[in-house]
């Protein structure tokens, strides 16, 4: 993968297919190539070339030691869009990633010709901030825990009852976050947008779409709804029986209203 230095570390990246860019944006801990399971060929199909790329922590990207914010994470994706001379380009994100969007496009609307914002939200509620405060000190107090309990956990937390509710797919899953090793990404695992940022959103001039899961437990539909709320003339699409990674659950209908998003504009 070439290589391109952006806020004084190096980015992995890959451009595929022909056609106007997108950006994609990965969620955390997860590296790029996630994407081209299934959403960067249906768009390379539709004409638009792809871009993927592996946020700081993710090798072979630079994995800077400490704490990550979110900010830093958003310097990097301007100076990526920079570098490669994207913008103003379309922008699909996921989770981590659709934050990261978020921010771009409030503190540099020349670079986002559009957004599709995957898995978001703009606040958190009692819930998903407990679930923050425990992982923090889950890391605080340096317990590494097994490789399955970790898996399950994902899987768990992840998927939706539908594919849970699949013996062969649930087998498939564990082996798959097993094999992943746990939580990666270095100092993402430390990224905690915490406040309410919806008054934010109220800036963003570029055209949204946000993308929710009905079964999802990071960012349930209340909190994704939410953010279309915040954002003008956004538009909401939310897809049953998928979880978080509804993007994997559930392509086809998510590869539809992102393509459906980005021909508009």
């Not at 970790?150 to 009852?161: F, G």
């Amino acid at each position: 993968m070439p290589f391109v230095q952006a806020n004084g570390i190096r980015l992995a990246y890959e451009r595929s297919g022909k056609g106007e860019p997108v950006l994609m944006i990965m969620g955390s801990s997860a590296a790029g190539r996630v994407w081209t399971t299934y959403q960067t060929p249906a768009l390379q199909r539709a004409g638009y070339e792809t871009i993927v790329f592996d946020n700081r922590g993710i090798p072979p990207s630079d994995a800077p030691p400490g704490k990550y914010a979110l900010a830093d994470m958003v310097a990097d994706t301007v100076g990526l869009i920079e570098a490669l001379a994207l913008g103003p380009c379309r922008i699909v994100g996921t989770s981590l990633g659709a934050m990261i969007a978020q921010e771009v496009a409030i503190d540099r609307p020349d670079l986002v010709r559009c957004a599709a914002l995957i898995a978001t939200r703009g606040r958190e509620d009692v819930f998903r901030r407990a679930l923050a405060v425990a992982d923090h000190a889950l890391l605080d107090s340096g317990v590494t825990v097994p490789p399955g309990y970790a898996a399950t956990r994902s899987v768990m937390e992840m998927l939706s009852p539908a594919t849970l509710r699949n013996d062969a797919a649930v087998s498939s899953w564990l082996e798959i976050f097993e094999l992943a090793g746990g939580a990666g990404g270095g100092g993402q695992a430390w990224v905690d947008p915490v406040g309410d940022r919806r008054d934010r959103l109220r800036s963003i001039a570029a055209p949204c779409r946000v993308i929710a899961f009905t079964d999802d437990l990071i960012c349930p539909p209340h909190l994704c709804a939410e953010v279309a709320d915040g954002i003008p003339d956004c538009d909401y699409v939310e897809i049953r029986d998928c979880g978080h990674m509804g993007y994997l659950e559930r392509p086809e209908e998510v590869n539809l209203a992102l393509i459906e998003f980005l021909d508009k504009h």
